[in-house]
């Protein structure tokens, strides 16, 4: 009973100590990793100076707009759509103090491609009679995060319910400023390019020095089933990082001339239920909601950001062995919203109201190893 009991507790950390944000389209999300203190059976049997090695990896495509939580059919149907395809490499180490207490670091990697056709030409037939779609890229490392989490209860206990707390800062590592080059034609219909940065979405950092606040915890119902869930919310005190978005520009938009340097949050709540025929193997069935707030908590909330929050079923397995663990999930979008932006809510007449495309689902995998 007891290594049962031991196993699903495991299981529902394998889940809650892997939560990952991760830009689910034009919202921009950043890709963070939360302290990973636990994962495995085998944490229990650990002495105080042992490490923790994982590997997260992240893909989704966003297609679909949405003003508000209205979808912009139109938008797949005409072929205007702006296209988001995001890998990400999320790499991280953990050090156990002891049993309740850790320290980690996160580091993503990330390759990202957009395709629009109004960046470029123009979506219009005559800005762009041929309706031709051009791409542009940001590859490299992304914002570091160094965190730490404590157990309120001592897991070598065995509670049927805990909580861990968790502070952490991100540092503005990743280039915020990467450009790629946009195509454009003459009046006399001749294609030349200029070398701008790229959209926010597929920005690899944001620019700002961050603090992190996350609870996590779980609650043991019977012999195999957990409940789990975790809270993760990054300020960003910095308003803008400077980054000029459009500096042919001779009028540029002194609210959202520049890349706003945002907060962003989630949340996740589930069960996880082990597989007595198949020891280490359990199922897990879950929401999750995170998005880009439109205001930021602290600190000033102008330049441009699009806001918004996603809300997700999300389905999952996880397995360990020895000091091994792997956990898939793939959340499902149920429910998207591109909210009014700061600019937006400065309009008068209250009618502005920008766009922002979404996935349909995420996909995340995570290997640890303990040593």
């Not at 940065?197 to 020095?209: A, E, H, R, T, Y």
């Not at 998207?336 to 700061?342: A, D, H, K, L, V």
């Amino acid at each position: 009973m007891k290594t049962i009991f031991t196993v699903v507790l495991a299981t529902a950390y394998i889940l809650i100590s892997n939560t990952s944000t991760s830009a689910q389209g034009c919202v921009a999300v950043r890709h963070m990793s939360c302290a990973a203190p636990v994962g495995s059976a085998d944490y229990f049997k650990q002495r105080t100076g042992h490490w923790q090695v994982s590997a997260g990896y992240r893909f989704f495509r966003s297609y679909k707009h949405f003003v508000g939580d209205a979808e912009q059919k139109q938008r797949v149907e005409q072929g205007t759509n702006v296209i988001n395809v995001s890998h990400a490499l999320d790499l991280g180490i953990t050090y156990l103090v002891n049993q309740r207490l850790s320290f980690s670091v996160n580091l993503p990697i990330q390759a990202n491609d957009r395709s629009s056709l109004y960046e470029h030409y123009g979506n219009s037939i005559t800005q762009n009679p041929d309706q031709r779609r051009f791409h542009t890229t940001s590859k490299g490392i992304g914002d570091v995060r160094i965190s730490g989490s404590y157990w309120l209860v001592n897991p070598v206990k065995l509670p049927k319910a805990n909580l861990a707390v968790g502070l952490g800062v991100k540092l503005p590592t990743g280039n915020y400023g990467a450009t790629d080059n946009f195509h454009k034609l003459t009046k006399e219909g001749q294609d030349y390019t200029i070398n701008k940065p790229v959209d926010q979405s597929i920005q690899l950092g944001d620019g700002g020095v961050g603090a992190s606040v996350e609870l996590q915890g779980y609650a043991s119902l019977s012999k195999t089933l957990t409940a789990y869930a975790n809270g993760f919310y990054l300020f960003n005190p910095r308003e803008t990082n400077g980054v000029v978005r459009s500096p042919e520009s001779t009028t540029p938009d002194l609210v959202t001339g520049t890349f706003s340097v945002a907060d962003q949050f989630a949340a996740r709540v589930g069960l996880s239920q082990s597989i007595k025929a198949l020891p280490g193997l359990a199922i897990m069935l879950g929401g999750r909601v995170e998005g880009v707030p439109a205001m930021d908590a602290f600190g000033g909330s102008s330049g441009f950001r699009r806001p918004g929050y996603i809300v997700s079923v999300e389905p999952g397995l996880s397995y360990m062995r020895h000091k091994t663990s792997i956990a898939a999930t793939v959340p499902i979008a149920v429910y998207r919203n591109r909210i009014t932006s700061f600019s937006d809510r400065l309009d008068p007449l209250g009618l502005k109201h920008g766009d922002a495309a979404f996935a349909d689902y995420l996909v995340s995998i995570n290997v640890s190893r303990w040593f």
